[in-house]
Protein backbone atom coordinates (compact mmCIF):
# COMPACT_ATOMS: atom_id res chain seq x y z
CA UNK A 1 0.00 0.00 0.00
CA UNK A 2 1.33 3.34 -0.94
CA UNK A 3 -0.24 6.43 1.24
CA UNK A 4 0.08 10.13 -0.61
CA UNK A 5 -0.25 12.79 2.11
CA UNK A 6 -1.67 16.83 0.85
CA UNK A 7 -1.41 19.68 2.12
CA UNK A 8 -2.55 23.01 1.50
CA UNK A 9 -5.01 24.56 0.09
CA UNK A 10 -7.63 26.79 1.29
CA UNK A 11 -9.42 30.19 -0.15
CA UNK A 12 -7.78 32.79 -2.02
CA UNK A 13 -9.21 35.77 -3.93
CA UNK A 14 -8.97 35.76 -7.64
CA UNK A 15 -5.31 36.70 -9.15
CA UNK A 16 -3.96 35.28 -5.86
CA UNK A 17 -1.54 32.14 -5.04
CA UNK A 18 -1.51 28.81 -3.07
CA UNK A 19 0.77 25.80 -2.99
CA UNK A 20 -0.20 22.30 -2.50
CA UNK A 21 2.24 19.62 -1.55
CA UNK A 22 2.33 15.22 -1.61
CA UNK A 23 4.11 13.25 0.22
CA UNK A 24 5.39 10.43 -1.65
CA UNK A 25 6.61 7.30 0.55
CA UNK A 26 10.97 7.36 -0.19
CA UNK A 27 11.37 3.69 -1.69
CA UNK A 28 8.72 4.71 -4.77
CA UNK A 29 9.76 7.83 -5.28
CA UNK A 30 11.90 8.02 -7.94
CA UNK A 31 10.28 5.32 -10.39
CA UNK A 32 7.22 7.00 -9.99
CA UNK A 33 5.40 9.86 -11.67
CA UNK A 34 3.09 12.35 -9.59
CA UNK A 35 -0.09 13.55 -11.13
CA UNK A 36 -2.56 16.84 -10.13
CA UNK A 37 -5.99 16.46 -11.18
CA UNK A 38 -9.14 18.34 -9.52
CA UNK A 39 -13.01 17.72 -9.39
CA UNK A 40 -15.06 20.76 -9.35
CA UNK A 41 -18.99 20.21 -8.31
CA UNK A 42 -20.86 18.43 -10.56
CA UNK A 43 -17.93 17.82 -12.86
CA UNK A 44 -15.97 15.13 -13.96
CA UNK A 45 -12.27 14.74 -12.64
CA UNK A 46 -9.87 16.61 -14.94
CA UNK A 47 -6.03 16.25 -15.40
CA UNK A 48 -4.29 19.43 -13.99
CA UNK A 49 -0.35 18.49 -14.16
CA UNK A 50 2.27 15.58 -13.99
CA UNK A 51 5.84 15.31 -12.97
CA UNK A 52 8.71 12.89 -13.66
CA UNK A 53 9.92 12.92 -10.15
CA UNK A 54 13.48 11.10 -11.18
CA UNK A 55 14.10 13.55 -14.21
CA UNK A 56 11.49 16.76 -13.67
CA UNK A 57 9.69 17.05 -16.61
CA UNK A 58 6.64 18.16 -17.06
CA UNK A 59 3.35 18.14 -18.35
CA UNK A 60 0.41 20.72 -18.26
CA UNK A 61 -3.53 20.90 -18.92
CA UNK A 62 -3.76 24.20 -21.28
CA UNK A 63 -6.62 25.44 -18.67
CA UNK A 64 -2.98 26.28 -16.10
CA UNK A 65 -0.27 26.29 -18.22
CA UNK A 66 2.06 29.27 -17.69
CA UNK A 67 -0.24 29.52 -14.00
CA UNK A 68 0.44 26.47 -12.42
CA UNK A 69 4.41 25.48 -11.58
CA UNK A 70 5.26 21.50 -10.46
CA UNK A 71 8.07 20.82 -8.34
CA UNK A 72 9.44 18.25 -6.73
CA UNK A 73 12.04 17.79 -3.42
CA UNK A 74 13.93 14.47 -3.48
CA UNK A 75 15.21 15.02 -0.27
CA UNK A 76 11.92 15.29 1.57
CA UNK A 77 9.83 13.23 -0.94
CA UNK A 78 7.82 16.11 -1.45
CA UNK A 79 5.93 16.86 -4.81
CA UNK A 80 4.63 20.65 -5.28
CA UNK A 81 1.73 22.38 -7.40
CA UNK A 82 2.33 25.91 -7.16
CA UNK A 83 -0.95 28.00 -8.51
CA UNK A 84 -0.48 31.33 -9.12
CA UNK A 85 -3.05 34.03 -10.66
CA UNK A 86 -5.97 32.09 -9.40
CA UNK A 87 -8.73 32.46 -11.13
CA UNK A 88 -12.85 31.24 -9.26
CA UNK A 89 -13.10 28.57 -12.62
CA UNK A 90 -9.89 26.68 -10.59
CA UNK A 91 -12.05 25.91 -7.47
CA UNK A 92 -12.28 22.35 -6.94
CA UNK A 93 -11.06 19.59 -4.73
CA UNK A 94 -7.06 19.00 -5.74
CA UNK A 95 -5.98 15.38 -5.70
CA UNK A 96 -2.31 14.14 -6.20
CA UNK A 97 -2.02 10.71 -7.32
CA UNK A 98 1.11 8.19 -7.94
CA UNK A 99 2.11 6.27 -11.24
CA UNK A 100 4.18 3.33 -11.67
CA UNK A 101 7.18 3.91 -13.43
CA UNK A 102 8.56 7.48 -14.81
CA UNK A 103 6.45 8.90 -17.36
CA UNK A 104 3.19 10.93 -15.99
CA UNK A 105 0.34 10.88 -18.05
CA UNK A 106 -3.41 13.14 -18.34
CA UNK A 107 -5.04 10.04 -18.51
CA UNK A 108 -6.41 9.13 -14.43
CA UNK A 109 -6.43 5.45 -15.01
CA UNK A 110 -3.38 5.08 -15.24
CA UNK A 111 -2.65 6.39 -11.65
CA UNK A 112 -2.43 3.28 -8.58
CA UNK A 113 -2.61 5.57 -5.70
CA UNK A 114 -4.51 8.81 -4.47
CA UNK A 115 -4.12 11.70 -1.98
CA UNK A 116 -7.18 12.46 0.04
CA UNK A 117 -7.92 15.57 -1.61
CA UNK A 118 -8.10 19.41 -0.72
CA UNK A 119 -9.84 22.02 -1.68
CA UNK A 120 -8.81 25.23 -3.44
CA UNK A 121 -12.05 27.71 -3.42
CA UNK A 122 -11.00 30.94 -5.11
CA UNK A 123 -13.15 34.02 -4.78
CA UNK A 124 -14.03 36.22 -7.00
Known amino acids: Q ?3 VQSGGGLVQAGGSLRL ?3 LPGRTFKTSAMGWFRQAPGKE ?5 AIQLSAGNTIYADSVKGRFTLS ?3 AENLGYLQMNSLKPEDTAVYY ?3 MPGTYGSSWS ?5 WGQGTQVTVSS
Not at 109 to 113: G, P, R, S, T, V
Open 2 to 4: VRL
Open 21 to 23: SCT
Open 45 to 49: REFVA
Open 72 to 74: RDS
Open 96 to 98: CAR
Open 109 to 113: YEYDY
